[in-house]
């Protein structure tokens, strides 16, 4: 995902919210920042703030990004490498349930080039940190990518699955867990994504709420994701008991993830990457 300015509407937002003496404060892993102001009615101020309003501003925060601890669930979450973990590191990926037990997604940009075919000598590394490699290194043993990224790297199918080697007798699976898939869920979702920029040795992770970039694409207001995050997983639906959630993204898609470390877009998880998921397991 390449970088660019912050833009200048997230400025103008917060000089209007101190203008009408309001206050904002996002918490660490909160979906949205809360927002306190004194008009308790619809009825505007004399600045012309209405709880309506204020409710749009919020809507549109960032949410808050910072170091990911080594949980259960980040460490599904790893960084894509080229040979080992001492090789270049540029996308992230993270283990998604099937019935091999060995699959992981992440975005098509990381795994095949539509010009020269599939990336070689891919690694994945869960929960690397560091240098550390505490669940293993997993070769990437085969892809599957839709025939439209293939074709013109469509932006709409920005998803891909791919099977790891066992390693030690065992699948990924075993060893760590998988998120569930999710498709058809809808554009507005909390969700929280987790994973590696390039300029880093540990995973950074933000929750926010998904919105509508188009019919074809989800949005996320998150800072600092830049080059190596795609693919980080945008995970919902956390389940305590298992530590696991279901994934409904993945940084990709529209400007192969977007063109500011502040913004980020998946492809839509529709039917089309429900039929991906099934030649993939099939």
Request: aromatic content about 8%.
């Amino acid at each position: 995902m390449t970088m660019r300015g912050t833009g200048a509407a997230a400025a103008a937002l917060v000089l209007a919210l101190a203008a009408a003496s309001c206050t904002t404060a996002a918490q660490p892993g909160s979906i949205a920042p809360t927002v306190t102001s004194a008009p308790p009615t619809d009825t505007a101020n004399g600045h012309g703030w209405t709880k309506k309003r204020f409710r749009g501003a919020a809507g549109r925060h960032t949410g808050v990004t910072r170091t990911a601890k080594p949980t259960v669930l980040n460490g599904l979450v790893g960084a894509v490498f080229t040979r080992n973990a001492g090789g270049d590191h540029f996308c992230t990926a993270s283990v998604v349930d099937s019935a091999g037990l060995n699959l992981i997604v992440t975005a098509a940009h990381c795994v095949w080039d539509p010009k020269i075919g599939r990336r070689s000598d891919l690694v994945f590394v869960p929960g690397y940190r560091n240098g550390d490699t505490p669940s293993g290194v997993w070769p990437l043993v085969s892809v599957t990518v839709d025939d439209g990224w293939k074709d013109h790297a469509d932006p709409d199918v920005d998803v891909a699955f791919a099977v790891v080697q066992a390693q030690n007798g065992q699948q990924v699976q075993q060893v760590l867990g998988a998120n569930k898939l999710g498709v058809n869920r809808g554009y507005q979702l909390p969700v929280r994504i987790t994973g590696y920029p390039g300029s880093s040795d540990v995973p950074i992770t933000c929750s926010n709420t998904t919105t509508e970039q188009s019919a074809t694409q989800l949005r996320i207001d998150c800072p600092d994701y830049t080059g190596g995050t795609s693919g980080s997983p945008w995970v919902t639906d956390f389940d305590p008991s298992t530590r696991t959630g279901t994934v409904v993204g993945v940084i990709g898609g529209y400007q192969e993830g977007g063109d500011s470390p502040n913004t980020s877009y998946s492809s839509y998880f529709g039917d089309r990457v429900q039929a991906l998921y099934d030649r993939a397991t099939g």
